[in-house]
């Protein structure tokens, strides 16, 4: 609270609890030049509150973590207006935090920015109501690299989330893993990958994707900058084998399969 020339604080994983969220709100407010804040894990729970309004009294916020915080779903709006005063921002983790349907409050304040390039939403029980709200911040983003939405059975909505992704060209790791993605959703899945030929990371585990896995391997054997496949947990059974195949062989850089 003492000084005022502070660009970065990173105090993930340290429980630090509801009872420092006035002493960080102040810290905050006496460094008007922070650009990067790193709270993720540390269950600050109602006190980010306190966090968030101190956050609005900033503009040039470029990356935020509040992951695994147990946020209450009315801070979502206390986040938007945060977006809202930081139109440079390129970083948002918000994972692990039960968000739900109040992420759509969040998710529309995004898609008034256009410098985003990483979006954390996994495990926050959100469901196929965010796939318009997704697909907005997406064609708002268009320079996005990192989109994690993992374990959060968006099911449907998915297809309005690869719908938007075919439209840019920047994409490099992709968490889709847990989300019961429908069959009807793997074909705009395949297009966006083929318009994605910088893709680095894809996470599809526990999908069920079943034979439909072939129509997604297909898309990636037209990339070769792949180094992480995770599609466990998918029964994609033996005839995927050759298509995966040519997959290894297009991407020689795969590091972990």
Do not use: Y
Not at 36 to 54: D, F, M, T, V
Request: some cysteine; proline content about 0%.
């Amino acid at each position: 609270c003492n000084i005022s020339t502070l660009k970065a604080l990173k105090m993930d994983d340290n429980q630090i609890g509801e009872r420092c969220g006035d002493v960080l709100a102040s810290v905050i407010k006496s460094n008007s030049g922070l650009k990067e804040l790193r709270l993720g894990n540390n269950n600050l729970q109602r006190s980010i509150l306190s966090i968030a309004k101190a956050l609005q009294c900033l503009s040039n916020l470029e990356s935020l973590d509040l992951s695994g915080n147990n946020l209450s779903q009315d801070v979502s709006s206390e986040i938007a207006v945060v977006i809202d005063s930081n139109d440079s921002l390129k970083e948002l983790v918000l994972g692990d935090n039960n968000l739900q349907s109040s992420v759509i409050i969040i998710l529309e304040a995004l898609s008034k920015i256009s410098t985003l390039k990483l979006l954390d939403l996994q495990s926050n029980q959100l469901t196929h109501e965010v796939g318009d709200a997704l697909g907005a911040v997406i064609l708002q983003n268009t320079s996005l690299e990192t989109l994690f939405l993992d374990n959060n059975n968006i099911a449907c909505g998915m297809l309005k989330v690869f719908k938007a992704l075919r439209q840019i060209k920047s994409i490099k790791k992709l968490g889709l893993q847990c989300n019961d993605i429908p069959k009807a959703a793997v074909v705009e899945l395949s297009a966006a990958i083929q318009s994605n030929c910088t893709l680095e990371l894809l996470t599809l585990n526990n999908n069920n994707l079943q034979s439909s896995s072939e129509v997604i391997l297909q898309a990636l054997c037209n990339i070769s900058t792949l180094k992480v496949l995770e599609m466990d947990d998918n029964q994609i059974g033996e005839r995927c084998g050759d298509v995966l195949a040519s997959v290894i062989k297009s991407n020689s850089g795969l590091k972990e399969l």
